[in-house]
């Protein structure tokens, strides 16, 4: 069973459209990273699969079960985009009364919280209000909350905002491990390498729709051209003269595929000579900034 799937799913906010038609399937024991720009539309997917934002159209599933409904947030653990921590109750009260609303028995959930405190550099601030906190600091306690339960789908929206290196070393640790016992984790971030670290597979989220999804190196790291052609294309046309490689047709004269090397490209642009499109321009596609900035 799919522990996440989204069919179809489109969200409108009065006239703006901020996602659209978008699909894909989660499973298994799996780190996989929801990348894009800054309102490209990650918090809301997210939402989505927490049911806080209803789809006009489409369907959002949890291991089969309708998002939004208390059978399948029971089954996510979600760390969101700001941290959200009580700030008049010190570190160990916020995991405690967390741990609580999840029906943790007390002795597990003290435990657990001391242990995840203790990985996150806590020390003594274990016991200090939350208002005195950095912003890093209470990122790191959202982080220990968020991995307090052992919840089979996890997600993380910019879990990075705030942290030094050494916090970000903890969560990359922390993610790893949660994987290794069979969760399957969703991290919204616009930060492809630290994604690197964690993830074997991306999706790109680009106004609203997954633009590429694949492999984290196929999807970013791999150098991406551009050709034009005189001839008018098709997707038959292009998988014939590409010999199965992966591309995006971007309109009727253009389209983009990953390559290897210049050697590779050259190769590529031979087959294309022969086949008689009219190859009038090959250029490299936009950059990873231009992706992610």
């Known amino acids: 069973m799919d522990a996440l799937k989204l069919e179809n799913v489109g969200v409108r906010f009065g006239k703006r459209v901020v996602l659209e038609d978008v699909s894909f399937s989660l499973s298994g024991a799996s780190s996989t990273a929801l990348l894009g720009k800054n309102g490209a539309g990650k918090t809301t997917l997210l939402r989505c699969v927490l049911g806080i934002v209803k789809p006009f159209s489409g369907s959002v599933s949890v291991f089969g079960k309708k998002a939004g ?12 985009e700001r941290p959200g921590v009580y700030e008049r109750l010190n570190a160990l009260q916020n995991m405690l009364f967390h741990a609580k ?15 995840l405190l203790e990985k996150l550099d806590f020390g003594s601030h274990i016991f200090s209000q939350v208002h005195t906190f950095s912003k890093g600091m209470k990122q790191r306690l959202a982080i220990a909350r968020t991995f307090l339960t052992d919840s089979p789908l996890l997600l ?14 903890v969560l990359v640790s922390l993610i790893k491990e949660r994987v290794e016992k069979g969760a399957t984790v969703l991290i919204g971030t616009h930060n492809p390498y630290f994604a690197r670290r964690v993830c074997e597979c991306a999706m790109l989220l680009s106004a609203g729709r997954i633009s590429r999804k694949g492999s984290l190196e196929e999807v ?3 150098k991406r051209v551009r050709v034009s052609v005189l001839s008018k294309l098709n ?6 003269a590409l010999n199965g490689r992966p591309f995006k047709l971007l309109d009727q004269h253009q389209f983009e595929f990953c390559v290897k090397d210049k050697e590779d490209t050259a190769k590529v642009v031979e087959t294309l000579v022969a086949q008689k499109l009219g190859v009038v321009r ?12």
């Open 69 to 80: 409904t208390v059978e399948a947030k029971r089954l996510i653990a979600y760390l969101p």
């Open 101 to 115: 609303l999840n029906g943790l028995h007390s002795e597990v959930a003290k435990r657990r919280s001391e242990e």
């Open 156 to 169: 993380l929206d910019e879990p990075t905002s705030g942290l030094d290196p050494d916090g970000v070393s």
């Open 220 to 222: 970013v790291f791999q």
């Open 235 to 240: 997707e038959e046309t292009l998988k014939h």
């Open 282 to 293: 090959v250029e490299q596609a936009e950059s990873l900034e231009e992706d992610f900035g």
